[in-house]
């Protein structure tokens, strides 16, 4: 089962940043509000992810290191309509088997929480702790049995951006929780809760990008679109400007940036990626989540519908600050 594992690792962790992603999700999963983020040597070294959500028993903790042993989901046709964010029960195996993993947990209604240590998924030692309600998973050394996958890691900095990027995102889609960054003991990024996105995009990017943005929300059937895009005077065309969200979900989607494009046709030379932070909520059997292991893309059911109304409610709110 180790080598099951391995290979599904190599599906669900290419890096640092995608062992984190499932890290983060789970944290979210389990009703977390605090999520604090440790890195060293951007994530190569050490990536630990601790929150403040309903934990683990000792079973729990053993049985989510097995393979889809999953909490998430009961009969087989959940997988079509699918509110949480993990589902596949492989996330937490994977990256065991090609890492040294320690896992600390406790549930508020225990006495104690537990430490299970792992390497490679070779479990070595189980000991009952004591520690806050929640969850601290450390992963160690992340492909250090993989030397081939470990060597195409990138450096430190390349590697950190793409974390500090995806923190960023899970930030906006929760922005009544609070994320912690930090990278070899200093603090990168400390975001509390807040009331709205706008507050949310001010703690991050500043005023001068909160004065260049426009607010759109609009419902079309059962297309809910809803958040902020750039002025044409913002015009970054930088991709990684672009904040999607479906049902709560970070997603990449052709669908979408396509749509994103088009909106702004007439508003500036060329193809243009503005900066936008696009939500979307569509019921869940209008999208399929389970085409890809990591899980970033999606696939609308309905595309036409979805793509021709995020391009109008956008371009809608452009031409309405014009006037
Ligand atoms: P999935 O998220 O698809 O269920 P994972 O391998 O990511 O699969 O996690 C396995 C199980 O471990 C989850 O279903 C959940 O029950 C438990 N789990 C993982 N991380 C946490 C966490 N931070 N807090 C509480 N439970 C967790
Ligand atoms: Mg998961």
């Known amino acids: 089962d180790h080598l099951a594992n391995q290979i599904a690792a190599g599906e669900v962790v290419e890096r640092p940043a995608s062992a984190l992603k499932e890290l983060v999700e789970n944290s ?92 490679g998924s070779k479990l070595f030692k189980v000991t009952e702790i004591s520690r ?28 950190l951006s793409w974390m500090v990027n995806l923190i960023t995102q899970y930030s906006m889609a929760h922005i009544d929780k609070h994320f912690i960054l930090e990278h070899n003991d200093r603090t990168i990024m400390d975001v509390t809760p807040v009331k709205s996105l706008k507050e949310r995009i001010y703690q991050h990017f500043g005023k001068s990008m909160i004065d260049e943005l426009v607010p759109f929300e609009s419902q079309r059937d059962w297309l809910k679109v809803w958040g902020l895009t750039a002025l044409p005077t913002l015009l970054k065309n930088s991709r990684n400007f672009q904040f999607l969200f479906v049902n709560g979900r970070l997603v990449k989607d052709k669908v979408l940036a396509h749509a994103i494009g088009e909106a702004y046709t007439g508003f500036g030379e060329g193809k243009i990626y503005p900066v936008i932070f696009l939500f979307l909520e569509v019921p869940s059997e209008e999208v399929d989540v389970n085409v890809h292991p990591a899980k970033t893309e999606v696939k609308f059911i309905n595309a036409n519908a979805v793509h021709d109304g995020v391009r109008d409610i956008v371009r809608e709110a452009l031409v309405a600050e014009r006037a």
């Open 28 to 119: 979210l999963d389990a009703g977390a509000d605090k999520i604090r983020v440790v890195l060293e040597a951007g994530g190569k070294r050490r990536l630990r992810v601790e929150d403040n959500g309903c934990g683990m028993d000792r079973d729990d903790c053993l049985m989510a290191l097995e393979r889809h042993a999953t909490s998430k989901l009961t009969r087989a046709e959940d997988l079509f309509s699918i509110r949480s964010l993990g589902f596949r029960g492989e996330a937490l195996p994977s990256i065991a088997s090609v890492s040294r993993m320690t896992l600390e947990s406790r549930r508020a209604e225990d006495e104690s929480g537990v430490r299970v240590e792992l390497n």
């Open 132 to 159: 806050p309600p929640g969850t601290t998973i450390t992963v160690d050394q992340l492909f250090f049995n993989i030397p081939a996958r470990r060597k195409f890691l990138r450096k430190t900095e390349t590697e």
